[in-house]
């Protein structure tokens, strides 16, 4: 007679389980786009349609200035942060420096403390000084955060590459400007790149510090979905957050595609 193998059970209801969690919500987010009408206890919409898309669209909705606004500052944030990135995660993968671990550890203390005390430190000195409710401020908000994922990976990027072959460009001839720019930097430049679309994302879906210094002067998308969120459309808030989600797995496909794996082994040494 044969055996009954009984262990695809457990392992069927798991994988079901983690279906259900991460397959669950965007179901439901996805619903609540292009429902009409919808409320306790009916277990789907009772109307389907897609008025609301065409609220969130039109030029009274507010979202396509919003998803403009939300790009430019993640674009500024990445060039400002790449800037800082690139040199001193070139100096940390390459020079013997004292403390290299603290100084690592250093760019994480804007993640070690509670946000919402900081921002509102941050958003009075910036009011002192005319930056609050501008873009700039917002970026340079930003760019605190975008430094934490930029300078990491730019270190484990530059510290992926073997230190002989900027040695060999050196030997015939190339300064360390040239061998830098000709050699160093383009075989860092899938891991530079995994790290700018990491500080995209960040930026992106920044809500608390574009609230506190960028409010009510500067729109972006979470503040929108926010906005929506709090006062009930359900509808409008979960396009919203729609929009914020497709750029992200786009992006993150992308990582997963030029982030390699000799490029993670080095991240934090």
């Known amino acids: 007679m044969a055996r009954i193998d009984l262990w695809w059970l457990p392992r069927a209801l798991v994988l079901g389980l983690l279906a259900f969690i991460i397959f669950g919500p965007l179901s439901n987010l996805v619903l609540w786009t292009i429902a009409e009408k919808w409320y306790f206890p009916h277990m789907l919409p009772l109307e389907y349609g897609l008025s609301f898309w065409q609220r969130v669209f039109s030029p009274r909705g507010n979202a396509m200035e919003s998803l403009l606004t939300s790009i430019v500052i993640a674009a500024l944030t990445v060039i400002a942060s790449l800037a800082l990135a690139i040199p001193a995660g070139y100096a940390l993968s390459r020079l013997t420096l004292p403390f290299r671990g603290l100084i690592l550890l250093a760019f994480l203390i804007p993640q070690a403390f509670p946000n919402l005390p900081v921002y509102v430190n941050i958003a009075r000195f910036f009011y002192q000084i005319g930056l609050n409710g501008t873009i700039a401020g917002v970026v340079m908000v930003h760019v605190t955060h975008g ?64 609230y506190f210094v960028g409010a009510p002067d500067v729109t972006t998308l979470p503040l929108l979905l926010y906005t929506a969120g709090s006062g009930g459309n359900y509808q409008i808030a979960s396009i919203t957050a729609l929009l914020l989600l497709v750029p992200s797995i786009g992006f993150m496909l992308i990582v997963e595609r030029f982030l390699r794996a000799d490029v993670l082994s080095k991240v934090g040494h």
């Open 147 to 210: 430094l934490v994922y930029a300078v990491w990976i730019a270190t484990a990027a530059f510290s992926a590459v073997d230190v002989d072959l900027e040695e060999a460009a050196r030997s015939i001839g190339a300064g360390p400007f040239h061998a830098f720019r000709d050699v160093t930097l383009p075989l860092a430049a899938p891991g530079l790149m995994a790290s700018a679309i990491f500080v995209f994302l960040e930026s992106l879906d920044e809500f608390t510090g574009t």
